[in-house]
């Protein structure tokens, strides 16, 4: 793969995760309704089959403009935006890691964590089995960056990142009863604070505030904007004709000081900051000041 040219090297790492994109859409979907993972993929409005060109990830979907070509629903978008996500996670990795075990283990991580965020983000939920493959992996993330030189002062300094970042989500869990962060959030900061070691966890933690309110404050300001646009879309797109009950903009969808959010989003941003670009608050704060 290295004798190839670097465009290319990056083309065939960047379809090849629009593919794995494509077939954690069909599990993640499978796994919510139950069913096998075996037959074929069909439309979840009318049921039709759909043909290979449906099914090539992202172009299918601008091309058919986000609807079913026989019954003219809207498909998510997030079967469009969870297949670009993990191209740009087999890209950045590459880019990062080459084809090295880190690299893999760091993708495996990656795919556990987006769909966290995806399931979190529809269900407000955070499956244990996903929790444990992230666990799994951050094991083996630590034998493998810390097998050669080891020394039971890092491993320590690696645990207790992990209680410590445990206990602020637990903290707020508990005071909160679970208003503000569910328990499933405080158990994902175990293997992440475990991972990133006392330095990276303290800037995590941080960071994941930060991100939270940048963009809870986005969504909190523009619903006005958000209604706009939608109505603007829908009208475009002609949603509102051929598919009316989808397209209706609800009000009551838009986030409010009470809303329930979804917080595994936000830290799955700050953990991608701090493993994939080392972002250090304190260099951050210290930038700033
Ligand atoms: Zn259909």
Redesign the pocket.
């Known amino acids: 793969m290295d004798l190839l040219p670097l465009w290319y090297q990056y083309s065939i790492i960047f379809v090849f995760g629009l593919l794995i994109g494509s077939f954690l859409n069909v599990v993640l979907y499978r796994y919510h309704t139950g069913r096998s993972l075996s037959g074929s993929s069909h439309?979840?409005?009318?049921?039709?089959s759909l043909r290979w060109f449906e099914l090539v990830p992202l172009f299918s979907y601008v091309a058919l403009r986000g609807r079913?070509?026989?019954?003219?629903?809207t498909v998510p978008v997030r079967y469009f935006l969870l297949e670009l996500a993990t191209a740009l996670l087999f890209w950045v990795v590459y880019m990062q890691f080459g084809m090295s075990l880190l690299g893999l283990l760091t993708v495996a991580l990656g795919i556990a964590l987006l769909m966290i965020t995806v399931y979190d983000l529809y269900h407000m939920v955070i499956p244990n089995e996903l929790v444990i493959a992230v666990s799994v992996c951050a094991v083996l993330y630590v034998a493998l960056t810390q097998y050669e030189y080891f020394s039971w002062m890092d491993l320590l300094g690696n645990v207790l990142a992990a209680v410590g970042a445990f206990s602020v989500f637990g903290g707020l869990w508990l005071v909160s009863k679970g208003r503000w962060i569910g328990f499933g959030d405080a158990k994902l900061v175990l293997p992440l604070g475990f991972i990133l070691g006392p330095v990276g966890a303290f800037s995590f933690v941080i960071l994941s505030f930060w991100v939270g309110a940048a963009i809870s404050i986005v969504l909190l300001c523009a619903p006005r904007v958000y209604h706009t646009v939608t109505l603007v879309w829908s009208a475009t797109t002609n949603l509102l004709r051929t598919c009316p009950q989808q397209s209706i903009v609800k009000y009551n969808r838009y986030l409010t000081m009470k809303s329930e959010v979804p917080f595994a989003p936000f830290m799955v941003i700050a953990f991608a900051l701090v493993y994939l670009w080392d972002i250090q608050v304190l260099e951050l704060m210290m930038a700033i000041l």
């Not at 439309?43 to 039709?48: E, F, K, R």
Request: hydrophobic share 10%; net charge positive; aromatic share 0%.
């Open positions: 439309c979840l409005s009318c049921g039709t079913c070509r026989t019954c003219g629903c």
